[in-house]
């Protein structure tokens, strides 16, 4: 089937299901798993056919006719969107089924649909105008899946933030598009590389899609909306819905040209993103909160990729900005499907014991064996540990910062640094992966809600089994997906479209596929000893307690304390203690708190601040028509005396 | 044929050489306390013994408890084949072989962390997140190294990066590594290896409720962590690249031998520090590597 006809199949059964999906769930799901499939097969045939798709229709919408473009880029961003929101669909089946949340599953449904259909149209979306309404429809409906279940205030305030910050985000957009239109004189987008004049509009492209992408400073809205929302609403924001920020910025670094300073800015910006994410992340006792921030740090290592590959191409096409950039990108796949998996695992977990509240869990593997495993090998995954995916990517990245480093031009001056802050970055996410997992899933339950646990259904853990298999074979044999890889960049830049740069996996090999089969002999090995040895089940020793108490064991709080110690000064942590006191101690206490740096220390001053001004300059704005004719007739008796003071306008 | 055989080799030696060492450490500290101290294979004795006994398991573990050992093992073995041996080389080098190294010491310490948490103890719980946290100040340091070598010799595969050692900033690059090899295989002055049950420990408190098998698979890994630390110390100080093959393997046994004696004078002359003090020194490790890299990007420059 050609690709505009497989597009039109998966748009039709999205909207469908928008208007027949609200009373007939299974209906729906079929629906939206067909619309999957058939964007993946239009995806397919772009990635691995090497087909483009150009269309553009003789009616207009808003005056201007419309035009779509499916080509490697997009395919590769619509690719993830297919299997998330694939994998997603399944997913809500059990965990927001009409039984447990009568008021809102209709709602998610039709909104989910909306969703996957509005994030697909920014993907294929070729003309300005109709670019920024699908941005905003898809802004619009991640509000209402954020807070579909409303009645909760904390969901309304994450709501709202989030609609603050996407218009915010928006209005750059606004001007960017605008200023591009007016300079080029169309509002159609495409390839326009030889117009250095539009290179300052970068600025406006990093910060617009930076927001929806949660770059640093920017990144605000991102750990309270992923935390409240819907757990397959977290898992779609984080590993698509940021992308398609990343995919804005891709998306016009490839089309436009860039300023020379581009590619440091990004590196730098990523860099410090990455690192600050992860300490915020450290600190957090909220697994949702722990999950999103772990996406900030993400966006962190793509972003230092994307501004590798912005360097190599300042430097004159170096090769090592080629590898840097298809790090990243690979990066965007595989952040997708673990930390999806990552948030549904997290949903599993509140779905059984009701909290997201880590020091209120513990010991859940017992309950849910199969969360467990895919929770740790997602934690894996996102800690880019071999010989799971993260560390491909991650190693891709790495391999062209190396590069730039032993090439000894000016790039150097960045990637140095930088590589140093990813291997730190990379270091602090297991100090938080090992704290998530190992808070929630090992160890005594805390309370007795992590006691009654019970395993998520069929439904819920098909997807996760999905994503975790992804992840497992793109680790294993990144090979396979070096030649899509160079089939992007290709089309981001045609200069590397060229000359086919040797697939730097083939020197990786089936070291990754070794190291696997090795660990899963070495363990059966020692498991089968243990089991000739026999084994007795006894109390942890804990150096003589007999009596040791789920309460004695260390907390997530304690676990990530000397790490996030050091990021104090932007932490900021909020700390009360009540210290023993006397021969008979009564109680003690210790109240923690990490509050939102950004927005409690940064933005909300300011925002109390404007308001003041605003509530100050409001009393001029009183209602008497008397004194609004005296603003008027001293508005022109000041003009009067400029005029006859002789200045000239 | 002749690839399988020497991979079989190499295996061979590390699997074998590897106990010897804290064997050497431990002959070094009683000589200089005047005692007679433990056999050099005291060791192989106790892995052998731990091997063939039961285990005991603490009620909360999950599968992960054994797991998580076999796992490091794995992670330290694998990398160990990574590490070129001199003149013979790698059993497996590649382009970025240098990363895969770092990040799988990072899976191996991900491994134990796991099985030290499984069990719910506090003092476990202790030592893990002691573990990871200083992990991430020597793993900085461990970049800048690699980066130093890496800029030195304009590669970023071990076997052209280890041949003509680190040049200039050598001694630097030395004291740096020495630093992290003492902290990442709980040595005196970060860890010590001998206390047990004090709030002073890393790794050995993360192992407290190991036994039988998986306990000595735990122990034979750190000793091979031991091995891969002291081989990339000597190899990064000392230009082998340039010997002949015998006089490079001597170079080899006789930095290892160095290197070990040195811990062990370090373990018999300094006190442990306090525990606030462990950063501050890890991060004067950094900086030292931070310095090679800096002599290093001189160096290529002139």
């Known amino acids: 089937m050609t690709i505009g006809l497989l597009l039109s199949v998966s748009a039709f059964c999205l909207l469908t299901g928008i208007l027949l999906g609200r009373r007939a769930p299974g209906f729906w799901l079929g629906l939206t798993l067909l619309a999957a499939l058939a964007a993946l097969g239009a995806c397919g045939q772009v990635l691995l056919g090497g087909a483009e798709w150009d269309w553009r229709s003789a009616f207009r919408v808003g005056g201007e006719s419309v035009h779509l473009r499916l080509d490697a880029v997009s395919a590769w961003f619509l690719t993830l969107l297919s299997v998330v929101g694939g994998a997603a669909a399944v997913y809500t089946r059990d965990y927001w089924s009409d039984h447990h949340y009568p008021r809102s599953a209709a709602r998610n449904r039709a909104w989910w649909n909306v969703l996957l ?17 699908a941005w905003e429809l898809f802004a619009i409906s991640g509000y209402f899946l954020v807070t579909l279940e409303r009645q909760d205030r904390e969901v309304r305030a994450a709501g709202w933030l989030y609609l603050a910050a996407s218009h915010a ?21 495409g390839p326009l590389r030889d117009r250095p004049e539009l290179a300052p509009l970068f600025w406006l492209v990093l910060a617009g899609f930076g927001v929806k992408a ?31 920020g990343i995919y804005g910025i891709v998306r ?10 581009a590619g440091w800015v990004v590196i730098g910006v990523g860099a410090v993103t990455g690192l600050l994410g992860i300490a915020f992340s450290l600190a957090q006792n909220d697994l949702k909160r722990l999950l999103a921030y772990s996406s900030v740090e993400n966006i962190g290592i793509i972003l230092v990729g994307i501004g590798g590959g912005l360097l190599g191409l300042t430097h004159g096409d170096a090769a090592w900005g080629r590898l840097a950039f298809a790090g990243a990108l690979l990066h965007v796949w595989n952040h997708g499907f673990f930390k999806s998996l990552l948030f549904f695992s997290a949903g599993s977990v509140l779905h059984a014991t009701g909290t997201r509240d880590m020091s209120r869990l513990g010991g859940l593997w017992r309950a849910m064996p199969w969360t467990a495993a895919l929770f740790a090998t997602g934690a894996i995954a996102v800690c880019a540990l071999p010989p799971l995916n993260g560390f491909a990517s991650e ?14 031009t000016a790039a150097a001056a960045i990637a140095t640094p930088a590589i140093i802050l990813l291997a730190v970055t990379g270091a602090l996410a297991l100090v938080s992966f090992v704290k998530a997992s190992a808070t929630v899933f090992l160890g005594a339950p805390r309370t007795a809600i992590a006691r009654h646990a019970h395993e998520a259904g069929p439904w819920m853990r098909g997807p996760m089994l999905l994503l975790a298999a992804l992840c497992v074979t793109i680790g294993l044999a990144p090979v396979l997906v070096w030649p899509l890889l160079t089939r992007v960049t290709g089309v981001w830049h045609p200069g590397w479209s060229g000359a086919a740069v040797e697939s730097p996996f083939l020197g990786l090999g089936f070291a990754p596929l070794l190291i696997a089969s090795l660990i899963v002999g070495v ?23 007999a009596l040791p108490t789920a309460r004695m064991q260390y907390t997530g709080g304690s676990f990530g304390g000397i790490a996030a110690g050091w990021f104090n000064w932007i932490l900021r942590p909020y700390r009360r203690l009540r210290r023993p006191r006397g021969f008979f101690p009564a109680e003690a206490s210790l109240i923690e708190r990490v509050p939102e740096t950004v927005l409690e220390h940064g933005i909300q001053p300011v925002g109390t601040i404007i308001l003041r001004i605003s509530t100050a300059v409001r009393r001029l704005q009183h209602g008497h028509l008397q004194y609004y004719i005296a603003y008027v007739v001293v508005g ?14 | 044929m002749i690839a399988a055989l020497d991979v079989i080799l190499r295996l061979a030696g590390w699997l074998l050489l590897a106990p010897l060492l804290p064997g050497i450490i431990n002959r070094v500290k009683a000589w200089v306390a005047g005692r007679r101290g433990p056999p050099v294979l005291q060791l192989y004795y106790d892995l052998a013994r731990l091997w063939r006994k039961g285990v005991v398991l603490s009620t909360l573990v999950s599968p992960g408890f054994i797991a998580g050992p076999a796992i490091a093992w794995v992670a330290v073995l694998g990398a160990a084949l990574l590490l070129p041996l001199g003149p013979a080389g790698a059993a497996l080098g590649f382009r970025g072989d240098v990363l895969l190294l770092i990040y799988l010491l990072a899976l191996a310490r991900f491994g134990t962390t796991w099985a030290a948490l499984e069990t719910g103890s506090a003092f476990e719980g202790m030592g893990a997140a002691r573990e990871v946290s200083y992990a991430v100040l020597s793993e900085a340091a461990m970049i800048a190294a690699v980066l130093s070598l890496s800029v030195h010799t304009s590669s970023i595969t071990l076997t052209t990066m280890l041949a003509p050692a680190a040049g200039a900033g050598a001694l630097l690059l030395g004291a740096g590594l020495f630093a992290v090899l003492l902290a990442e295989n709980c040595r005196v002055p970060f860890d010590d290896p001998n206390t047990h049950l004090e709030l002073t420990m890393i790794h050995e408190a993360m192992v407290l409720d190991h036994s039988g098998p998986p306990f000595a698979v735990i122990l034979h890994g750190a000793a091979m962590k031991l091995l891969l630390f002291a081989l990339l110390l000597t190899e990064a ?18 930095g290892v031998l160095l290197v070990t004696i040195g811990v062990g004078l370090v373990e018999s002359l300094l006190a442990r520090l306090a525990f606030r003090r462990v950063p501050l020194l890890l991060v004067t490790a950094f900086l030292l590597c931070l310095f090679a890299l800096l002599v290093a990007w001189r160096g290529g420059a002139s």
Not at chain 1, 636 to 649: D, F, I
Request: positive net charge.
């Open chain 2, 237 to 254: 100080v000392v230009p082998i690249g340039e010997l002949g093959w015998l006089a490079a393997t001597g170079v080899l046994a006789g």
């Open chain 1, 214 to 244: 949660g770059l640093f400073p920017l990144h605000i809205w991102l750990p309270s909306a992923h935390a409240n929302a819907p757990s397959h609403v977290s898992a779609i924001l984080s590993g698509v819905a940021l992308k398609l």
């Open chain 1, 395 to 408: 190693w891709l990245v790495y391999l062209g910062l190396f590069d730039a480093v032993t090439s000894r």
């Open chain 1, 523 to 545: 363990v059966l090995l020692v498991r089968r000893t243990v089991r000739v040895r026999g084994s007795e089940r006894q109390l942890t020793w804990d150096c003589g307690y």
């Open chain 1, 117 to 133: 259909l509005t994030m697909g149209s920014v993907l294929v979306c070729a003309n300005g105008l109709h670019f920024l309404i």
């Open chain 1, 636 to 649: 022109l008796l000041g003009l009067a005396a400029l005029v006859a003071a002789g200045v000239k306008p």
């Open chain 1, 252 to 261: 016009f670094s490839g089309w436009l040209p860039v300023p020379d300073a």
């Open chain 1, 169 to 189: 985000g928006t209005l750059c957009l606004f001007a960017f598009f605008t200023l591009l239109a007016a300079r080029v004189g169309s509002w159609d987008l």
